[in-house]
């Protein structure tokens, strides 16, 4: 047996292999944020080149299966939060945390905008100790840039079982835009992160 035919084996031995199959597939990872309403915070990720796809859901409470009505009215420990599943070698977590505090306001502890209770607070729910790690390192910048005159009161803890929410809930701002966008404006989401950040920041 002659050397090309040698290689030309090895080579289709490692496409056929296990470890070569895994090899091609994308490594897919997971983050998972709250910011009041989920139906604010998908559209902010859904733009992101490298995200897969967002998922409204509930997280870090104490119901199995709770419902919407069971979260919206405070009675799980849940927020409401968006699962992002992204690709990292297309969009970094860093990246994802950069989104995630322009399209928040970090000040207000159990409400966001004109949502109050536990059900609306902000917090990151890291997967693993670099998530973790990037984004205590990203919130000591935050405090330390001197933006916000109030403190920031947004949580890092570690993730625990998220619930999908009802599918009526998923991609709320294409299936019902102009609910969405009375919601948004009512709300005064867009106003208050003009005011935190500047126009040109706030858009991110």
């Not at 927020?79 to 860093?94: F, G, H, I, N």
């Not at 100790?129 to 205590?136: I, S």
């Not at 910048?141 to 929410?165: C, D, P, Q």
């Amino acid at each position: 047996m002659n050397l090309t035919v040698i290689l030309v084996s090895f080579v289709l031995l490692l496409a056929t292999s296990p470890a070569g199959h895994s090899a091609g597939r994308r490594r897919l990872e997971k983050a998972t944020f709250a910011g009041g309403c989920f139906w604010c915070m998908e559209p902010p990720f859904d733009k992101l080149r490298g995200v897969v796809s967002t998922i409204a859901g509930y997280t870090g409470g104490h119901k199995k299966n709770p419902t919407y009505e069971q979260v919206s009215r405070g009675l799980t420990g849940h927020a409401e939060a968006v699962q992002v599943v992204y690709d990292p070698d297309k969009v970094s977590y860093s990246q994802l945390l950069e989104v995630f505090w322009h399209n928040i306001d970090a000040t207000t502890p159990n409400q966001q905008f004109c949502d109050h209770g536990s059900q609306y607070r902000s917090a990151i729910f890291y997967h693993d100790e670099t998530q973790k790690q990037l984004a205590e390192e990203s919130k000591k910048m935050l405090e330390k840039s001197g933006r916000f005159r109030s403190g920031i009161v947004t949580e890092i803890t570690a993730a625990s079982e998220f619930y999908r929410a009802e599918d009526y809930h998923q991609d709320y701002y294409i299936n019902n835009p102009l609910r969405y966008q009375e919601y948004r404006h009512r709300c005064g989401r867009d106003q208050r992160l003009r005011q935190l950040w500047g126009a040109r920041e706030a858009s991110r």
